[in-house]
């Protein structure tokens, strides 16, 4: 039976690219001055596990990469070097440089073949005399006279017992310990192997590859008494002979004599002795046409092993005394499956129309006789329960930790802090509050904007803060919190703020409308104007005024609203509402006329029907109402929408008092019909945009009804154009 192998790729691929990003955490978390001995640990395993993966899926120029930074980790968690600045500096290029090659085999995309030489170069540089063993084929930049390939001669011996498996995972597993010693592959029965393998390397390492292949515990390990010092001379001169015409990419290969590739390098056996060897009898003994019989090598070798000792004499490892190291064994339980996100989607649409056809049997029963169909309508609210609960387990599938967001920023704001030459303390908060996944993917970009920005243009020079009395280091806080029905995320520096005036001066050469009397959060919202920079040079970095626009457009095109806080000489916090989601909400039904509307809930304060003495006009700017001494703008949604109403006196109606982006206003309706949860459908994809419409819904009785988007609808009202006249 063959195994196509080519099936498991993704996965090495998703996690390769999750060890690759716990690598730069930890790299930028590391504490160079006093680095603690398990960060070092976990560093080394992350790029173990990388090679290991990339070596049993054959990405050799992964695993090329990475030993060469594992050889220099290795170095330094056993404290034979210590770190540097300079050493993380160099993890963290090598880090792009896997990514790069990762995306380059899972996308196709280019790789830049003379980035990954000059990394391989620096790396191996700072190993100074710490030598690099088996790289094949390398650069001609790394091809040296002078190398020597690493001797594990006089090193521990273990012999690995393998369970039944397949010869090109045999090979495979035995290419990979090959790069930490000399391995040898004895056949024994029922496609089991055992290999010997010598290494100055920890068994725990050992382990480590092979649960990349295999369970540990499938699996016997002893360690063999030492060799005598006469048979390792043997065994290493054997081996020279091999590595001399490998050249293990140290040596011109064009020069190795045309007989050596009939030969297999010593490794394999010439084509025709397999061929006329290919009995299955014969196979056996010659290691399946893989590998030669170790009594031929022994014996090549010159080599007498003294008989192994009795079974109860063999030092037999025990799995449990390498928890700490190793890494999870392959078949080993997980807490966590992978499932394509269409997939997820799809469950998500199918218990959208399940809540539509559960509103539906609701409706129709109730105009049923509870006394004549009480088990019914039992069994109809058992359903109603089940299908809530079914509804917010499914959509907490799509739920996302704000830390998948968070964690790309430390290495943005560490390189762009020190290309700008500035000092910035990055401080993130609530990175385990959770997002629609959706929306996780379109807040990146926004997000990046304004940290950009608040590095750039609010944090300053450290000899700027320290005339002003602050401490070299400016502070960058991230944060993220739940907020009723929304998500507020901030981005906050306490840099030197926004200047009014120059705001304004800015303002007024581009055109922008102003008044007199702006207050502070309006004169803020100006900056968000297409073109608006107060940027004195153009840099790389900013200074375009194609960034908060744009900015502000991503986030009210997912449903959120933006604002600004700033005081002169103490910082600025940009705050960001999204919804938690948008694929199902709690809402409100209201009638106008003969149209049933809904109302998102997250925006709803109170509903009250006023009073005539509560109820004011103002001449030429509509209504308002006043709410416990705070008059605020009256928007009758009949007008709006240009729809006949039952009610034009709103003392007969409805005020719904809500609240976005720190505004209120009374919304004036027909009547209430109730509450419900209503399925989120795109209207814009269906059918159009339109203004102050955010979607729209299925309705029980199979009705269509609109979503309003209560944010627009404030904002285009025209009672909003002079808010002083709503003062109290």
């Known amino acids: 039976m063959t195994i196509d192998i080519s ?11 999750e060890l690759l990003a716990e690598m730069e955490r930890l790299l930028l978390a590391v504490n160079v001055d006093a680095p603690d001995a398990e960060d070092l640990n976990a560093i080394f395993r992350t790029a173990h596990s990388v090679k290991g993966g990339a070596s049993t899926f054959g990405v050799t120029d992964m695993t090329e990469v990475t030993h060469v930074l594992e050889t220099l980790l290795d170095r330094i968690r056993k404290g034979e070097m210590a770190l540097t600045a300079e050493h993380v500096d160099a993890f963290l290029a090598a880090k792009d440089i896997l990514k790069m090659q990762l995306d380059g085999h899972r996308l196709g995309s280019e790789v830049d073949q003379d980035a990954v030489a000059n990394v391989r ?6 190993a100074q005399d710490v030598p690099v063993t088996a790289l094949a084929p390398v650069a001609p930049a790394f091809t040296s006279a002078d190398a020597k390939v690493v001797d594990h001669s006089g090193g521990r011996r273990y012999r690995l017992e393998l369970p039944a498996m397949q010869h090109r995972e045999v090979q495979a597993l035995g290419d990979e310990l090959g790069l930490m010693g000399h391995v040898a592959i004895t056949p024994l029965d029922k496609d089991r192997n055992a290999m010997v393998v010598t290494t100055h390397e920890s068994l725990d390492d050992i382990i480590a590859i092979c649960s990349f292949v295999l369970n540990p515990d499938d699996m016997k390990i002893s360690e063999l008494p030492a060799l005598s010092d006469g048979q390792a001379q043997l065994e290493k001169a054997a081996r020279d002979k091999v590595e001399n015409e490998l ?3 140290f040596f011109d290969v064009a020069e190795l004599k045309p007989a050596n590739a009939g030969d297999g390098y010593g490794f394999f056996q010439p084509l025709d002795e397999i061929r006329a060897n290919a009995s299955a009898a014969a196979e056996d003994a ?9 009594e031929q090598i022994r014996a090549a070798a010159g080599i007498v092993l003294e008989a192994p000792p009795a079974e109860e004499e063999k030092k037999v490892v025990k799995k449990e005394e390498k928890e700490k190291e190793k890494a999870p064994a392959a078949g080993a339980e997980s807490s966590s499956i992978r499932v394509s996100i269409e997939k997820v989607d799809q469950l998500i649409n199918l218990v959208g129309e399940l809540v539509i056809t559960q509103a539906m049997i609701e409706q129709r029963v109730d105009t049923l006789d509870p006394m004549v169909h009480q088990r019914l309508l039992n069994s109809v609210s058992q359903l109603t329960r089940n299908t809530r609960d079914l509804q917010e387990a499914v959509m907490s599938i799509r739920m996302m930790p704000m830390d998948f967001v968070f964690s790309r920023f430390p290495r943005m704001v560490r390189d762009l802090a020190h290309k700008l030459g500035k000092k910035v303390d990055f401080i993130t908060n609530g990175a385990a509050t959770e997002l629609d996944k959706g929306l996780i993917e379109r807040i990146v970009d926004p997000l990046t904007h304004l940290v950009r920005n608040s590095i750039d243009h609010g944090i300053e020079m450290p000899e700027v803060r320290r005339a002003a009395g602050k401490s070299d280091a400016g502070r960058l806080f991230l944060s993220a919190s739940h907020q009723g029905g929304n998500i507020i995320i901030e981005v906050s520096d306490d840099g030197g703020g926004l200047n009014r005036e120059k705001i304004l001066a800015k303002a007024q050469q581009n055109g922008l409308p102003l008044s007199d009397n702006m207050s502070d959060a309006e004169v803020w919202q100006l900056i968000f104007a297409p073109g608006f920079s107060t940027a004195e040079t153009v840099t790389d970095v900013s200074g375009r005024g194609v960034g908060m626009d744009v900015v502000k457009r991503n986030i009210e095109a997912m449903g959120g609203v933006v604002d600004i806080r700033s005081a002169k000489g103490f910082g600025t916090t940009i705050s960001i509402s999204l919804p938690l989601t948008l694929a199902i909400l709690d809402g409100m039904s209201i009638r106008v006329g003969d149209e049933i509307y809904i109302l998102p809930l997250g925006f709803v304060i109170e509903s009250l029907q006023p009073v005539p003495e509560d109820v ?18 009256l928007v009758p949604l009949y007008q709006m929408f240009d729809i006949a109403p039952r009610f034009t006196d709103p003392c007969k109606g409805i005020v719904i008092i809500v609240e976005t982006d720190g505004r209120k206003a009374g919304l004036f309706v027909d009547d209430l019909v109730g509450q419900q949860q209503v399925v989120v459908k795109n209207l814009e994809s269906n059918y159009r945009k339109v203004a102050g419409i955010s979607g729209a819904t299925i309705l ?6 609109l979503i309003l988007d209560v944010a627009a609808l404030i904002r285009s009202s025209r009672q909003l154009a002079d808010e002083s006249i709503f003062s109290s």
């Open 7 to 17: 099936q498991f790729y993704q996965v090495f691929f998703d996690e390769a690219e």
């Open 616 to 633: 004011k006009e103002i001449s030429g700017k509509g209504r308002v109402i006043k709410v416990r001494g705070e008059y605020l703008p």
């Open 121 to 126: 170069m620096m790396l191996q540089s700072l």
């Open 247 to 249: 050249g293990y990419g």
């Open 700 to 705: 029980g009785d199979g009705g269509v009804s």
């Open 286 to 294: 010659q290691g399946y046409g893989f590998f030669q019989p170790v």
